[in-house]
């Protein structure tokens, strides 16, 4: 695994757990790119350690990455290319909105399929009893 890919995993990470699993997994492998990491604070570069006050949790601040399924367009005069961007997003959101009228359920695909993720990998966990109905979760070590 390189060092990018690291990056993005770390970034992309939305729970402290995984979060704190990576920055662990680079400490390991390359104590320089830990020390590098530390050395930012991760409020500005990682989703787990995003504020839950703003809306967005877009990792990439280029909004015009997604027009880039538009890139024909772009010769075409400003009138035209505004027709064809325009075109091009109501096919989308209509795409989207069947989807969604085809799902029965209650929540989301998005939320669902992470959900199930969840659930998947919380097989892992080792449960901790205090004696007074507490439990706290662990990863075996």
């Known amino acids: 695994m390189t ?18 699993r990576v920055m662990n997994d680079t400490r390991i492998r390359n104590i320089a790119a830990y020390e590098w990491f530390m050395q930012r604070p991760a ?7 995003f504020s839950t006050h703003y809306k967005s949790d877009i990792l990439l601040n280029n909004m015009s990455e997604c027009f880039n399924m538009v890139l024909r367009a772009r010769f ?7 027709e064809t961007i325009r075109l091009v997003l109501m ?4 795409m ?22 969840m659930k998947k ?10 004696r007074k109905m507490n439990l706290k979760l662990n990863l075996p070590m």
Do not use: P
């Open 3 to 20: 060092l990018k890919d690291i990056l993005w995993r770390a970034a992309k990470a939305t729970r402290m757990a995984n979060f704190e």
């Open 43 to 49: 409020t500005h570069w990682s989703k787990s350690q």
């Open 76 to 82: 075409k005069y400003i009138i035209d290319m505004l």
């Open 91 to 94: 096919k989308e959101i209509h």
């Open 96 to 117: 989207r909105t069947d989807q969604m009228l085809k799902h029965n359920g209650d929540l989301c695909l998005k939320i669902v399929k992470i959900l199930e993720d």
């Open 121 to 130: 990998k919380s097989i892992e966990l080792i449960a901790y009893w205090n």
